[in-house]
């Protein structure tokens, strides 16, 4: 998906990013989103997950594949997948925090690909559904 920085699904995408992000508690600084293709954004996660103790841990969204749960890898650019959210590309902020909060079991290599579900355009205005209140008040 191709987003325009100033577009509604962009807004959008920096609204749910955000929504899940509140979800879980966090405050500050602890996601970002990349809106170069492929889109993808990031929430740096609390804690560590039992399995991979003393390792740094996110939730990654992807375009195509939706979220999944990450540990850092002694790199710390790189991450090891744990496990994904494959039920949709862009389930309710709420069922993304449940899945956060549990612990990932055997790591997954093979992504699924949720993106036939949600052509760009249908992805976009979904997205759009998320902009934040405080845009959509001072845009009109």
């Known amino acids: 998906m191709d987003l325009e ?3 509604p699904a962009a807004y959008g995408l920096y609204g ?6 509140d979800e879980l508690g966090l405050t500050g600084d ?17 804690g ?3 399995l991979y103790p003393g390792r740094d ?23 090891l997948i744990l496990s994904f959210l494959d039920n949709d590309v862009l389930p309710p902020p709420r069922a993304v925090a449940r899945f956060a909060r549990s612990a990932p ?17 249908g992805l976009a205005v979904r997205l759009a559904a998320y902009i934040p209140r405080e845009i959509t008040t001072t845009a009109g």
């Open 105 to 121: 079991g055997e790591q997954r290599s093979v992504p699924p690909v949720l993106r036939g579900r949600n052509d760009d355009d």
């Open 57 to 79: 841990v996110a939730l990654i969204w992807h375009e195509e594949h939706g979220w999944a749960t990450a540990a850092e890898i002694d790199s710390g650019d790189d991450l």
């Open 5 to 7: 920085y100033d577009s």
């Open 30 to 46: 602890s996601w970002f989103v990349q809106l170069e293709p492929p889109v993808n954004a990031y929430i740096a996660l609390d």
């Open 16 to 21: 749910y990013i955000k929504a899940v992000a």
């Open 48 to 50: 560590h997950f039992p």
